[in-house]
């Protein structure tokens, strides 16, 4: 690995995507002065070729990242950075070439912009390397007819395992799900089993945190079914999932290809923050679950038994959770992924100085 190397990172916004993927990988190098970081949200000024010009003049990157970049002005950003002879890579952890309208009618229109699907797809193919969140997004880009090489990491969210955080359960039972308002469709699928459950048990509460709201469905059952805002700084986000006690944590995901390419990243935050949980029987996260660290579901009666199961037995919440935190430690290493993201960032180096020498 280079010196002293420097990293500029762009992205629409900045967010947990930006710290699970960089920031947090690479708080060592940056430490030790092996790595320049700056991660910086989108200017609409960049669209201008001086502006673009003019910010990697001034930082003077050896790679430019474009994080979930949909925002025009990439191509004028791109052809700086390789002015300048830095290596590029686009970075995705979502198909935001295909966003489903199950999202919701707000996320849909924005990503689904002619103008914003276009500029995207430019990007993509004038980077040197497209970093995919998982090898069913690399895939699922080819299909996209991304022709710039694409690598896939083996995991997206990391942790250190000596910061597990102590589970905090509360005195009474409570289900929770944390996500962001997108994922209504997703809870729909688990709502049936949430329903019964709350009327077989009167000291039963069902919480969610992030901007997902309650569901209306619920609203019979009055002051047992809560909402918690969400906290946008990622530590803060933890500390408050952790606190919230809950007993068992869902995840659910319809199937669909948008939500085949996601990564595990829910069952690893629940894990850390000491919540054992039932999650959807789809590839995302078998290998995270295998072996008892998290329990499968896909129909409704098999969220009814797994969740009842949880919040009837103390011991298989205890099981559980330990051997997902022992998994935690096996494959989800910060090392891990700090590894892994300096290899991307060396094989994109490889890669642009082979286009160099093959423009000469």
């Not at 190098?29 to 673009?52: C, F, K, M, Y």
């Not at 993509?124 to 090898?135: K, W």
């Not at 688990?190 to 945190?209: G, Y």
């Not at 998994?327 to 590894?339: F, I, Q």
């Amino acid at each position: 690995m280079l010196t002293s190397r420097r990293i500029l990172i762009l992205c629409d916004a900045v967010g947990a995507t930006q710290t699970i993927s960089f920031s947090q990988p690479l708080a060592d190098d940056v430490a030790a002065g092996r790595v320049h970081l700056q991660i910086l949200a989108h200017d609409p000024a960049w669209g201008s070729i001086t502006e673009a010009q003019a910010l990697v003049d001034r930082i003077r990157p050896d790679i430019l990242v474009l994080s979930r970049y949909t925002s025009p002005g990439a191509l004028g950003l791109t052809a700086a950075a390789r002015a300048l002879g830095a290596a590029v890579i686009f970075h995705l952890d979502d198909d935001l070439l295909a966003v489903p309208e199950s999202l919701g009618r707000a996320k849909y229109n924005y990503y689904n912009q002619p103008e914003r699907v276009a500029a995207l797809r430019a990007a993509l193919n004038a980077s040197d390397l497209v970093y995919a969140s998982t090898p069913a997004l690399a895939d699922r880009l080819v299909e996209h007819d991304v022709t710039v090489p694409i690598t896939a990491g083996d995991i997206y969210c990391s942790v250190q395992p000596s910061t597990l955080m102590e589970p905090l359960p509360s005195t009474g039972p409570i289900i929770g799900y944390m996500a962001t308002g997108g994922h209504g469709a997703d809870l729909d699928l688990v709502l049936p089993a949430i329903e019964q459950l709350l009327e077989d048990m009167p000291d039963l509460r069902f919480e969610t945190f992030g901007t997902i709201p309650p569901p209306e469905r619920l609203a019979p059952f009055g002051e047992r079914v809560a909402h918690f805002r969400g906290e946008p700084n990622y530590s803060a986000f933890l500390t408050r999932l952790n606190e919230l006690g809950w007993w068992v944590a869902i995840a659910p995901l319809e199937d669909t290809p948008f939500n085949r390419c996601k990564a595990d990243t829910k069952w690893i935050e629940y894990a850390f923050c000491g919540i054992p949980a039932v999650v959807s029987d789809l590839p995302v996260y078998h290998k995270a679950c295998a072996e008892g660290a998290g329990a499968l579901a896909a129909t409704s009666e098999q969220w009814l038994k797994a969740l009842r199961l949880m919040l009837a037995d103390q011991q298989a919440r205890h099981d559980m959770l330990t051997t997902a935190r022992q998994r935690l430690g096996a494959r989800y290493g910060r090392d891990v992924l700090s590894r892994q993201v300096n290899d991307i960032f060396d094989l994109a180096v490889a890669l642009a100085t082979r286009q160099k020498c093959e423009r000469s």
